[in-house]
């Protein structure tokens, strides 16, 4: 029932639906008190509570008691933030009426401002302010271009003018007569609403001054987020919302009118962006692309050409669904343009790059060059051409998925990936054409990507063969290998270099400041706002210096390198993985013919431990970066950046200098589909080291793209150190969720702390496990203890854990070696970490209250080649009850893995020796001496 009837007749309602919002409410209801059209005297806030399950109520009640003339307030059931709109629309007693989500901010003048201006122009229903986001970080949104001055906004005129979201609006409270947005929507009902209004006028109005603040959280988890796991966003708001508005605004031709293809064409081009859904069934999936499909067969050609923020590759989309095959036929190209029904589409050539990700040399100045164009051809009997002094070559077009784009599997852009093996001369240019048709064709420009040995800086150069290849703009130029070539190209690049302070990006990021309103900002945002400018000029005057001295240190040093340099790590934190385990072992050879050092961050506790067995590098030093560049093997259990980078956003200084081998060691056996990041266009790996057979065909049936001879059987080094030695101890260790880790990893591989960490399932669901009562009763009674590793990424988030009666929460970095020799039980999830304990066959449980969401949160995608219930090593639970009975269970195996699970061990892995290091050391050799040979 609604409670303190406000003042009667107020000048302006405004409602805000709240569902568990009290971290935000304060900061929205301030907005309103805050109003310069004045409060007490003019609004009336009416604030609906849609069954909050949290103190949003307390919060609402310190408002309710200042401010007891001027809010409403409404308790309901939960039911929708349309019905807690439409349920404060039916208790408003204001002239004008507008809204707020219980998370956004108005800006102070907002309603002074629009209220002004329906007062003076009665032909239209409502006035709108412009969006910009704000907390995590600040923009304006894309559809801004509209308030560039008060006025009025004709529909006829300007009908690419799309009114999508109601609570940026204030309305005429007649407006509302009659209209209510639809309960059975869940996303669209503002736009479905705001159609039937405009159907009226045709005519809406926009404040220059009004600001509504949409609130991108920074712990991501707003409503929108949560949509795309939502089977009625599929399969209600294409029908219910996007046809019931093109069928209100279509003519008695049929045709819709110009303004509503726009607004729900710029509904449906985030919609297309989507790869994948995991809401509907494969009939449901094709239903919904026929309903989208539909609608874009009723949107005009011309609406599509010049619909704006639309790229050319989902415009050429959108025209081969409208047309089909008879896209290519309406088509013409003359004099170097392409017009689709006399429209105008493009030039030749417009907006296309070609980027070079790698060039390899044959023999006899052949050189193969792999890499994509940024376009799409617009009509099948366009060509790309390569040209050199010798003639022309046609790049042959090659499969990537990376680099394909697609709508819920139908092809929006197959990604444009060639190889092309092309004949030049000693000294010679080289250049790639786009043709639309007969003819010389356009020059496109050319961009090196960081693995093609160039960088952007066009005086970079890099050795192929017995050639100095060096991009400039829309040009290779080659030049033979010489001393006296090398030395001016190094000099000219070396100037370059000194001249690349960019100080006019820091101006920019000073004037930026000045027109920000940072008070938007969360307090961590606002500050690194404010140092950002300083930063950049800082990092300028450190990395530019450092830059010109490792680059001179490179080239005297470079000539007195009489043996190879092989660089081993695991994390910048921690050693303990594969590549201390490797290390080690290389220490045990004689002979071995190249100096081999260790990687580690001088903080870490492991740095000392690893002086005591070879040659150690700190991973933040000057020498590290230099043995780095003359480094030709990097080999690591990690494949992040930091370890085949450690120049980060410098390394355009340095990328041309970069000739190494990575051995990627690996940090546990794939079990899924992981192509999207360790593929050889993102990671390049020379020897990629697996450990069973199912694995090892799984990279090279997979898109890695890697040969037969980049791949190695051969077991993982850590193997080695395993002894099943158990002790009593449980080992609970998870792995992480992407939509959890949040921040940014620094130069070590690792993650700040997250005070939202402790608002993720994630932490909820170990953190009770950890604290279950009958789990600590069931370690009592056998004797046991537990211990608790959080993934390696999240270890300043073990400050939110606390130990339990019989379970320690473990500190990083983990010895993991000494874990699973001296568990007897472990718990996981999609963890690699598995496959050590099962090679000791000890007793597994996984732990899975996530599965539904688990694969559409993460970098890669669950594979067919491994299912943890047909291959696993050990039960599966997925609610916390289950999870506490089977680890109950296992603790009472005695250490011991049932039949089942041995007999699936012995059948997985490739060998259960301690020979992998010797294995993997063996093959690094054999791939050295067939190079060599």
Not at 13 to 22: A, G, K, M, Q, R
Not at 407 to 436: N, P
Not at 585 to 606: E, L, Q, W
Not at 669 to 675: A, E, V
Request: contains cysteine; hydrophobic residues 35%; positive net charge.
């Amino acid at each position: 029932m609604p409670e303190n009837r406000t003042k009667s007749q107020p000048l302006l309602s405004v409602i805000i639906p709240l569902y568990n919002v009290e971290r935000y409410a304060a900061q929205s209801i301030d907005s309103i008190v805050g109003q310069t059209l004045g409060f007490e005297d003019n609004i009336e806030l009416i604030l609906v509570n849609d069954g909050s399950k949290d103190d949003t109520e307390a919060v609402c009640r310190r408002y309710i008691e200042e401010y007891p003339e001027n809010i409403l307030y409404i308790q309901q059931k939960n039911s929708g933030v349309s019905a807690a709109r439409n349920n404060g629309i039916d208790h408003a007693t204001g002239k004008y009426i507008t809204f707020l989500d219980g998370d956004d901010i108005w800006g102070k003048d907002s309603f002074k401002e629009s209220v002004a201006f329906l007062e003076e122009n009665s032909e239209v229903d409502f006035v709108a302010s412009k969006i910009k986001f704000f907390d995590k970080t600040i923009e304006e949104h894309p559809y801004n271009y509209k308030f560039k001055s008060s006025r009025v906004i004709d529909l006829e005129k300007e009908p690419d003018s799309p009114m999508l979201h109601a609570v940026t609006c204030v309305f005429r409270r007649s407006a509302l007569n009659g209209r209510r947005f639809d309960t059975k929507l869940k996303v669209s009902e503002d736009a479905k609403l705001l159609s039937e209004i405009l159907l009226d006028k045709k005519a809406y109005g926009v404040v220059k001054k009004g600001q509504y603040n949409y609130r991108k959280r920074q712990d991501e988890t707003s409503a929108i987020g949560g949509q795309l796991k939502n089977r009625d966003f599929f399969l209600v708001t294409p029908k219910r919302a996007y046809k019931c508005m093109m069928d209100l605004w279509r003519d008695e031709s049929g045709r819709v009118a110009l303004f509503m293809q726009y607004q729900v064409l710029s509904d449906l081009v985030w919609r297309l962006a989507m790869e994948k859904q995991y809401a509907l069934s494969g009939e449901e999936e094709r239903q919904y692309k026929n309903e989208i499909y539909a609608l874009i067969r009723d949107i005009d050609t011309k609406t599509i050409l010049q619909k704006r923020a639309l790229s050319f590759q989902l415009k050429l989309f959108l025209l081969k669904v409208k047309y089909g095959k008879q896209l290519g036929k309406r088509i013409d190209f003359s004099k170097d343009v392409y017009r689709i029904d006399g429209e105008f589409l493009c030039r030749a050539g417009a907006g296309n790059r070609v980027f070079i990700d790698f060039i390899h040399p044959l023999s006899d100045n052949t050189y193969k060059i792999e890499g994509y164009f940024e376009q799409p051809p617009v009509k099948k009997s366009d060509s790309f051409v390569v040209t050199t002094s010798k003639g022309e070559f046609i790049p042959k077009k090659v499969a990537r998925p990376q680099r394909a784009v697609s709508f819920l599997g139908d092809e929006i852009f197959d990604g444009g990936a060639f190889e092309a093996d092309i004949k030049v001369g000693d000294t010679d240019t080289v250049e790639v054409l786009a043709r639309g048709g007969e003819g010389a064709g356009v020059r496109l420009p050319i961009v090196p990507n960081q693995l093609s040995g160039l960088s952007a800086l066009p005086s970079s150069y890099h050795r192929y063969g017995d050639a100095l290849f060096t991009i400039n703009s829309s040009q290779i130029h080659i030049a033979p290998y010489a001393g006296k070539e090398v030395a001016k190209k190094e000099l000219k690049h070396l100037v370059r270099i000194l001249f690349s302070w960019r100080l006019s990006y820091a101006r920019e990021q000073f004037n930026r400041l000045r027109t920000r309103n940072l008070t938007l900002l969360s307090p961590k945002a606002k500050v690194f706002e404010i140092l950002k400018p300083f930063l950049f000029v800082a990092e300028a005057v450190v990395t530019i210096p450092r830059a010109l001295l490792l680059r001179t240190a490179y080239h005297l040093a470079k000539p007195f390198i009489t043996r190879p340099i092989w660089l081993v790590s695991d994390r910048g934190m921690a050693a303990g993985d594969n590549g201390e385990a490797l290390f080690r072992y290389i220490h045990t050879r004689d002979g071995v013919y190249a100096n081999v050092y260790f990687v580690i961050s001088k903080k870490s506790p492991d740095y000392r431990r690893m002086k005591e067995v070879g040659k150690v590098l700190d991973q933040g030093s000057l020498y590290y970066q230099l043995l780095f560049l003359l480094s030709s093997k990097i080999l690591s259990s990690q494949a992040d950046v930091e370890v085949t980078n450690p120049f980060f956003r410098q390394n355009y200084h340095f990328l041309d200098l970069f000739y190494f081998d990575f051995i990627f060691l690996q940090h546990g056996i794939i079990k899924n589909d992981l192509s999207s990041w360790l593929n050889r266009f993102s990671k390049n790996v020379g020897l990629f080291v697996t450990s069973a057979q199912k694995e090892h065909d799984s990279i090279l049936s997979y898109p890695y793209h890697y040969s037969k001879e980049a791949v190695a059987l051969t077991g993982l080094p850590r193997y080695d150190r395993l002894k099943n030695s158990p002790t009593g101890k449980l080992i609970i260790a998870p792995t992480y969720r992407k939509t959890v880790a949040r921040k940014r990893t620094n130069t070590h591989g690792m993650r700040p702390y997250d005070e939202l960490f402790k608002t993720s399932e994630y932490y909820r669901q170990y953190n009770r496990l950890i604290h279950d009562k009958r789990l600590n009763a069931a370690l009592k009674q056998h004797g046991m203890t537990g211990e608790f590793y959080l993934h390696p990424v999240f270890a300043p988030q073990t400050a939110d854990f606390s130990d339990s009666e019989r379970i320690k929460i473990m500190k990083f970095p983990y010895d993991y070696r000494k874990a699973f020799n001296e568990g007897s039980v472990l718990v996981t999830d999609y963890s690699s970490l598995v496959f050590d304990f099962a090679y000791l066959k000890k007793p597994v449980v996984y732990y899975k209250f996530d599965a539904d969401d688990f694969y559409s949160q993460q970098i890669y995608s669950e594979a067919d080649f491994f299912d943890d219930d047909i291959d696993g090593f050990g039960p599966t639970a997925t609610t916390h009850d289950d999870i506490v009975e089977e680890v109950t269970k296992a603790l009472a195996m005695k250490n011991k893995m049932p039949k089942k699970y041995t007999e699936r061990v012995e059948t997985f892995f490739y060998k259960t020796d301690t020979n992998n290091s010797k294995r993997v050391y063996g093959a690094i050799v054999a791939q050295d001496k067939k190079e060599t040979v």
